[in-house]
């Protein structure tokens, strides 16, 4: 017969912290094979999962080639912008010359007042102050420093395409870039619709596979100990006609789960590892690496800080990139990874706990004898 799937024995059985125990059989050798009835679902063969991985990274370099058409060819108006927009140099010498003109008016102010006296001086050097701050932001753009920068200062090229259509379908987010034509925008709707039910897969294919490595390298580490074998029970006319009394039964040790607590040192650890690769990559500070590890693992959003932005070169841009993108697809599988682990030690604890108590309930001590010669001579 099957035991009770809670982990209670038959007449008298012991609670295993709620383990989940089913029938096995072992051969009449000592020491034999064990035959274990216990029901397996069906999981996801190696296979399965690489072709998965291949499917996800193809989707993915299909929306980086789209949107590079879409958006990495600047329209006309763009262009003519560009154009009459003044390079780096012009605008540092239109900066310089426009200090000395103001430091000028300041030293005639001073000549004009032979006396001075602080309330005209202060005064009129603040109006030219604030003059030279006008024209000042004015000559800039109203530009802003590395976190400010708005998403139409994009560059799109392959690189920042597919950091962008990775963002989309993990439903991370890329801050305030966005598609600039109608038509970006429109694929970008389509594009998720369907990369994000592909994640879904790649995570619940990846994530159940990881799980289960884990327990196996974790039960090697720290082998379970096997409950002592059932009682003997009465034979079954139906056994008797199988002849499988015969075959003395044994537990079947239910998988241990890995504990919550090294699940959660598992998501620190890789983290903090994210914190050095971008340290290295983008040269964050490690506060910095460890907030975009972390915003981009929890889907928060990549935010202000840009990957490839203070990088010395093109090619070097496409390195920082890539590297943050390799994180991330390794990242997300490694968060279902630990979520599942988590869930499944939690939920083990609980359902232990609940079945431990329903056990005691059912069997209540039988009355003292005291009480039973009580009752025999009250009746």
């Known amino acids: 017969m099957l035991e009770d799937a809670a982990g209670v024995s038959g007449p008298g059985g012991r609670c295993h912290g709620g383990t989940r125990e089913r029938c096995g059989f072992t051969g009449p050798e000592p020491g034999g094979a064990v035959f274990c009835c216990r029901a397996h679902r069906r999981r996801a063969s190696p296979l399965t999962c690489l072709a998965i991985c291949f499917l996800v990274l193809s989707y993915n370099l299909l929306g980086g080639f789209l949107f590079l058409?879409?958006?990495?060819?600047?329209?006309?108006?763009?262009?003519?912008v560009a154009a009459v927009k003044p390079n780096l140099s012009q605008a540092q010498g239109a900066g310089r010359e426009l200090r000395t003109r103001t430091v000028e008016r300041l030293w005639a102010i001073t000549e004009d007042l032979n006396i001075l006296y602080k309330e005209n001086w202060t005064k009129l050097?603040?109006?030219?102050l604030m003059d030279f701050q006008k024209v000042l932001m004015k000559s800039m753009g109203g530009g802003g420093g590395e976190r400010g920068a708005?998403?139409?200062d994009y560059h799109w090229t392959f690189s920042t395409s597919f950091l962008y259509a990775l963002t989309l379908i993990t439903t991370i987010g890329h801050g305030d870039v966005a598609p600039r034509s109608a038509a970006?925008?429109?694929?970008?709707?389509?594009?998720?619709?369907?990369?994000?039910?592909?994640?879904?897969?790649?995570?619940?294919?990846?994530?159940?596979?990881?799980?289960?490595?884990a327990r196996l390298l974790y039960a090697r580490a720290r082998p379970p100990r096997r409950p002592p074998a059932p009682a003997q029970e009465k034979t079954?006319?139906?056994?008797?006609?199988?002849?499988?009394?015969?075959?003395?039964?044994?537990?079947?040790?239910?998988?241990?789960?890995?504990?919550?607590?090294?699940?959660?040192?598992?998501?620190?650890?890789?983290?903090?590892?994210?914190?050095?690769?971008?340290?290295?990559?983008?040269?964050?500070?490690?506060?910095?690496?460890?907030?975009?590890?972390?915003?981009?693992?929890?889907?928060?959003?990549?935010?202000?800080?840009?990957?490839?932005r203070r990088a010395a070169?093109?090619?070097?841009?496409?390195?920082?990139?890539?590297?943050?993108?390799?994180?991330?697809?390794?990242?997300?599988?490694?968060?279902?990874?630990?979520?599942?682990?988590?869930?499944?030690?939690?939920?083990?604890?609980?359902?232990?706990?609940?079945?431990?108590?329903?056990?005691r309930v059912r069997e209540a001590p039988p009355p003292a004898k005291e009480e039973l010669v009580a009752m025999s001579v009250v009746s």
């Open 69 to 80: 058409a879409l958006e990495g060819n600047p329209g006309p108006e763009e262009t003519a």
């Open 313 to 359: 070169s093109p090619a070097a841009e496409d390195v920082a990139i890539g590297v943050c993108c390799l994180y991330i697809l390794v990242g997300i599988v490694v968060v279902a990874m630990c979520f599942n682990l988590i869930q499944e030690d939690l939920g083990g604890a609980l359902r232990g706990a609940a079945l431990c108590a329903g056990g």
């Open 236 to 308: 079954t006319p139906f056994q008797a006609a199988l002849n499988l009394a015969t075959l003395p039964r044994a537990p079947c040790p239910a998988p241990r789960a890995v504990p919550a607590p090294l699940s959660v040192l598992l998501l620190a650890l890789y983290v903090a590892l994210g914190a050095l690769v971008f340290r290295e990559t983008e040269h964050w500070s490690l506060l910095d690496g460890a907030y975009f590890a972390f915003s981009a693992l929890a889907t928060i959003g990549l935010g202000e800080l840009r990957p490839g």
């Open 184 to 213: 970006g925008r429109a694929v970008a709707v389509l594009y998720s619709c369907v990369g994000v039910p592909l994640v879904l897969l790649y995570l619940s294919a990846l994530g159940g596979a990881l799980a289960r490595r």
């Open 125 to 128: 050097a603040a109006k030219e």
């Open 150 to 152: 708005r998403g139409d």
